[in-house]
């Protein structure tokens, strides 16, 4: 008589975002797997399973959070550790992928930082990487293995949505935002316009033009990440000058490193709009900024993986970048 084996769910999670991933695991109906994670005094992790997981479906949620060193070698011990105790599958569950910004070579004699990251995770032993608006589509390239990139572009929009605002017009910050302007544009049923900006150095941004009709509108700028801010306060004082009545912002991951929080709280934004893929500390949850929980996307997911059923049927398709 053949024996019938079932597959098992099991999920973890890191301590980069611990509250995202009780979260996750409550809207897949589990609980978290117990995993002991300590500092030796040198500042070297300590990781180790309290439970068997052989012959599981592992998913780790650790989001690439400040220190983002620590936390990615924290994942990758995470991920050897599952391998080593003969977990079937593991898929890296990184809400926010770090490094993605350094996707390509711009200058001579520079890393290409995400496929590095990449290769590192897949050594390490990961079978599958889920993440949610990566900054370049390509990161999915990097990989020899699935990688289900979810969007929170559906969540965003609906927020948006709900407010009712008349003569929406949606911007995008720059050329490489566009086509997922146009996106969320279309959810909303609005034009669209474009900023044209150049960037003199790291983390500084400056609108040249404004290319599009904005007089009199309510604008929403929409971008993956908002780390210092300098881009989305630039982009709404070009907008203020181009006539646009309120200045919404929606981004998928607050950053918010240095000067952003004050930056925003004296900006012309009214409300910025973000989700929880990092963490926003109290003392940076100004009443200009709102916080949506991108959980039960990433829970519905992992159910599907789990599952074998199709990720992109739950976005219509919007999250293939």
Do not use: W
Not at 220 to 236: E, Q, Y
């Amino acid at each position: 008589m053949r024996e019938i084996i079932r597959k098992k769910l099991m999920i973890f999670s890191g301590t980069s975002h611990p509250d995202l991933g009780v979260e996750i695991a409550t809207g897949v109906g589990e609980k978290l797997g117990n995993v002991e994670i300590a500092r030796f005094s040198n500042g070297e992790i300590y990781v180790r399973f309290l439970e068997s997981v052989r012959g599981v479906d592992a998913f780790v949620i650790q989001t690439c959070a400040e220190p983002v060193n620590d936390y990615i070698m924290e994942l990758l011990l995470l991920i050897d550790a599952l391998k080593r105790a003969s977990a079937k599958r593991i898929t890296a569950v990184v809400p926010y992928y770090g490094y993605s910004r350094q996707d390509k070579k711009t200058l001579a004699r520079e890393p290409i930082s995400a496929r590095l990251l990449a290769d590192i995770i897949s050594v390490a032993g990961a079978d599958r990487v889920l993440s949610v608006d990566l900054h370049a589509g390509q990161i999915q390239g990097f990989f020899d293995f699935p990688v289900d990139h979810i969007t929170a572009l559906p969540l965003l929009a609906s927020y948006i949505a709900q407010k009712n605002l008349r003569d929406v017009v949606v911007v995008s910050p720059d050329a490489g935002r566009v086509k997922v302007a146009k996106k969320f544009a279309d959810r909303l049923c609005a034009p669209m316009a474009i900023l044209h900006k150049r960037r003199p150095e790291k983390n500084v941004a400056e609108v040249l033009h404004v290319i599009g009709e904005v007089e009199g509108k309510n604008a929403v700028l929409i971008d993956d990440m908002v780390d210092t801010a300098s881009t989305m306060v630039n982009a709404a004082d070009a907008l203020e000058r181009e006539g646009a009545r309120e200045i919404y912002a929606c981004a998928t991951h607050p950053i918010l490193s240095g000067p952003a929080v004050e930056r925003i709280r004296d900006s012309k934004i009214k409300e910025l709009v973000v989700t929880n893929t990092l963490s926003v500390p109290p003392e940076k949850k100004i009443d200009k900024i709102s916080v949506l929980s991108i959980a039960p996307l990433v829970a519905s997911t992992i159910l599907a993986v789990f599952k074998e059923e199709s990720v992109s049927d739950l976005f219509g398709g919007d999250n293939q970048a």
